[in-house]
C-alpha cells in the first residue's frame, strides 16, 4: 500500500505494444493495493523526428519554439498509456506539464524545476486513479511551455515523488541497475544492489547513462528513495539510498565512470592578473554552458595558461564566447581538442581510504595512459585522458579496484 | 494595413516545404504592412497517424485522452511555421489553444468555443510579431484539453477574427474557392466571386467540404467577413459577407450542394402519443448525435413511423440508442439505411421565387430520381435519395437552375 512514482523511458514506451506491457506493469502494481503515478517519456525516436523536421526549417530555431514542438513527443505517450490501462480497467487521466504545472524557470531547452502543484494529482489519486504525466516539461510562470533537456523525465519523476511524499520512485529503463562499469566495456562489471546518492551523483555526472544528474540531485535533497529497474526484465535493480553502507569496513570503490561527451579549451598566455578566471568563464557560465574540470597553471612571466572542458555539443558556443574573451583578455591563443574523455573512480568509501588517488594514477601509468587533467571529489577521483585510450584505461581501473563479478565487495 | 487572420488547412502544411511556403506567403503580407494570426491545421496525415497508434491501442479510447493525443498535431505545426518565420526574420510566436485560452464547453472531440481571451495575442501584436495558433483545439475550465471536431481549426480561426476584432479573415485551402457544385461532377460548375453567409452555412451543412459548418454559423454571427482561397494558387477566391447581392432581380441559386455522409434511421409502428418525438430524440441528442432531416409519417391505427437522418460516423450510437428506445416505446421495428445522400438547391433569391421547389422536383423526376425526404428552409431545399443517383441528381439540377459557368448570373 505504498505511492509509487514509475518513470519509463522512451525505449519502454516505444511502440503501441511496448505501451501495453508498461500497462500490464502498472496494472499488477495497482492489483497489488498500490497507488502509481506514471512519469513518460517520448515513445523512442519521436523527439528525433521533431528535432528533424525542425532542422529541415531552420538549422537554429528559437529554443521557445523547440520547447513548443518536442513537449508534444510526450503527451502522445501520455495519452496512449491511459488508453492502455483504461482497456485494462484501470482509471487514469494523462496529464502534460502544464497541467500538472509544474513550474519552471524560463531557460527553454533546460529549464529548472522550481514548483510542482501536487493538488490536483493528489486529488486524482485520491479518487483511485492512476496518474500519467508527460516527463520531461513544465511550464514558465508565463504560460511558455519549457523543456528540461533530455532525459529530464527522471528529474520530473523524482520531483514529483517529493512533491507527492512517494514511497519510492522507481526508474524503469533498459539496463537492470547500475553496474561498477558499463558492462558493454568491461564484460566483468556487476550490477550494485545499493549505491548512495552521492555515488550515483558521481556515476551519473561521469556519463553514466543509467539516470540523469539533475535527477538524482534532486532525489538527494528531498531524500526520495529512488530504484533504476529493467522494463523489460523482473529484478530488483540498484536502490539509491541516504545510508551509507552500514559495512563501512570493506567497501572502496563502487564503481569505474567515463564520459565522451567531453571537450577541452585551453587559453594559452592570460595576463595573470585578480578575475582573469571570472573573466574567462563569466561569459561561458551567462551562456547556460556548464563546464566541468577547471585547471589553471600559474606561467612565470606573469602570464597562465587556463583549461576547462565542457559538453562537445557546447564546444562551439563556448569557443565562439571565448574566441571574444581572448582578444579582449589579451591572452596569446585559444585551442580546442574534442578528441579527450573524462574516466573516475568514484565511492564513498574513498573518504577514509588515502591511497585510491596513488592506486588510481599507478594503474593507469602501468599501462601507459597520459593524464591530461585530475580533479577529485570527496567520493571521486577524475582524469581527462586521450579519447583512444578509454577502454584500455576503465578495464585496468576495474581490475585494479577488484570490482569484478563475485570477488566484489559490494553487494 | 489591416488585421488578418489566415488559416491554413494539413494540405497547406503538409510537409516542410509546404510550411515554408506558408511562411513566404505570410511574409509577403507582413511586408505589405499588414497584421497577420495565422491558424494552423496538423500536417496532413497527422490527425489521422495519431488516431492510429490510439486505436491500435484501445478502439475505443475515451475521449479525454483522444483530445490530449490529436491536439499535439496542431501544436507541432505552430511552432515549426514560427520557425520558418523567424528564418525570415518574421518576429513570431506560437500558442497552443490552452495558452491562448481558447475557452470552450467540455464535449471532448466536439467542443464549443465559449470565450477567448485575445490580450496576449493583442499584445504580441502590438509588438510587431505574428502570432501562430494551433487550430481546432481548446482547453474547458478544469484546463483540459478539448477539440472542437475535424475541421475545427476554421472555427478557431473565425473564433480568433471575431475576438480581434479582424479586417478579414482569410481560410486557405487546396480549392481557389466555393462553386456552384462540386466540379468533380459537373464540370461546368463555377467559382462564386460573392455569396452571402446564409448560402454558405447551407452549403457547408450539405457535406461542401470548402468549409466547416460552424465557421461560417460563427463568422455570420459576428460579421466577419470570410474569404476562401487557394493555397497554392493566387487568385481573389471566393467572399462571404452579409450583403445579399445588390442585384437582387437575377440571382436564384447559388449552387447545388450535397453529402454523402447520410444514414437513415427509420422507427416503424410508434405509438403515436404526444411527447413520442422527444422520446425518441432526447437520447439521441443527449449523445451529442447531430439529427437532420426529420420526418414523421402519421399512420391511421393510432401508430406512426418516425424517420431522421444522422452523419454515417454517428450511425451505430443512433442505432445503439434507438434500440432501447424501441423497446420501451413498444415500437415495431427499427430499419436503418446508410445508402442514402441529400442534394439541396441553395440561394437567397429562393425567398422571392415560389417556384423553385417546382422546378427541382420536376428536374428529378425528368431523369427518374426516386424522392425519399424533403427538408426546406427559407434559402433551401433539400431532398434525401438513394446515394446511387447522387451525380445524375446533381448535374440534372445544375442544368436545370442554368449554373454553368459563363451563362451564370452569379459573377
Known sequence: MALLVQKYGGTSVGCPERIERVADKVARFRADGHDVVVVVSAMSGETNRLLDLARSIEPHPQPRELDMLVSTGEQVTTALLSMALHKRQVPARSYNGSQVRILTDTAHTKARIQHIDGHKLRADI????????????????????????????????????????????????????????????????????????????????MGSKVLQLRAVEFAGKYAVPLRVLSSFEEGPGTLITMDEDADMEAPTIAGIAFNRDEAKLTVLGVPDTPGVAYEILGPVGEANIEVDVILQNTGEDGHTDFTFTVSRSDLNDARAILEHSVAQLGAKELRVDSKIAKVSVVGVGMRSHANVAARMFKALSEVGVNIQMISTSEIKISVIIEENYLELAVRSLHTAFGLEGDAGVQQ
Open 126 to 205: 485520491d479518487q483511485g486513479r492512476v496518474v500519467v504525466v508527460a516527463g520531461f516539461q513544465g511550464v514558465d510562470p508565463d504560460g511558455n511551455i519549457t523543456t528540461l533537456g533530455r532525459g529530464g523525465s527522471d528529474t520530473t519523476a523524482v520531483a514529483l515523488a517529493a512533491a507527492l511524499s512517494a514511497d519510492e520512485c522507481q526508474i524503469y529503463t533498459d539496463v537492470d541497475g547500475v553496474y561498477t562499469t558499463d558492462p558493454r566495456i568491461e564484460s566483468s562489471a556487476r550490477r550494485l544492489e545499493k549505491i548512495t546518492f552521492e555515488e550515483m551523483l558521481e556515476l551519473a555526472s
